[in-house]
């Protein structure tokens, strides 16, 4: 979650919630809807950005995994009236290092370097971050790297 204070883009809250990966995809999935209702009550965001879902030829079971991800966080936002984004990854490519081939450890630099951050997130969170600045950048906040 990244807060807006002025000019200054902080994160607020930025983590993953991990289901057991030997469970059954229903309840690995519930089990993500409770966690993410628990996220949205605590956090009450105004958005919610979501990485347009992408399937690679070679692996189709992770576009359908990945699409069931998405209708759960879609549910759970819908419940509490946020409004959800969908970007494609390019985009966040374009919108944050003007190249929609630009690769991940790019996007995680900028995304340091936009939210002063000591390190470089990890690789879910920095996905996560990239793709909720370029939604406030749609929205018109201004990203600017820090002098």
Do not use: N
């Amino acid at each position: 979650m990244i807060e807006t204070a002025g000019p200054a883009l902080r994160v607020a809250e930025a983590g993953v919630i991990r289901t057991d990966p030997r469970a059954p995809l229903s309840e690995r999935l519930a089990e993500l809807y409770v966690g993410l209702r628990e996220v949205l009550a605590e956090w009450r965001p105004g958005a919610i950005a979501l990485e347009d879902v992408f399937a690679h030829p070679a692996f189709p079971r992770t576009g359908i995994l990945i699409g069931h991800v998405c209708g759960v966080i879609s549910v759970a936002a819908s419940e509490r009236r946020i409004p959800v984004e969908t970007i494609p990854p390019a985009a966040v490519k374009r919108a944050l290092v003007t190249s929609g081939r630009a690769d991940k450890r790019q996007i995680q630099r900028m995304v340091r370097a936009l939210l002063t951050l000591d390190r470089e997130p990890v690789s879910h969170v920095g996905d996560a971050l990239a793709l909720a600045l370029v939604a406030l950048s749609r929205r018109g906040v201004p990203l600017r790297t820090p002098a």
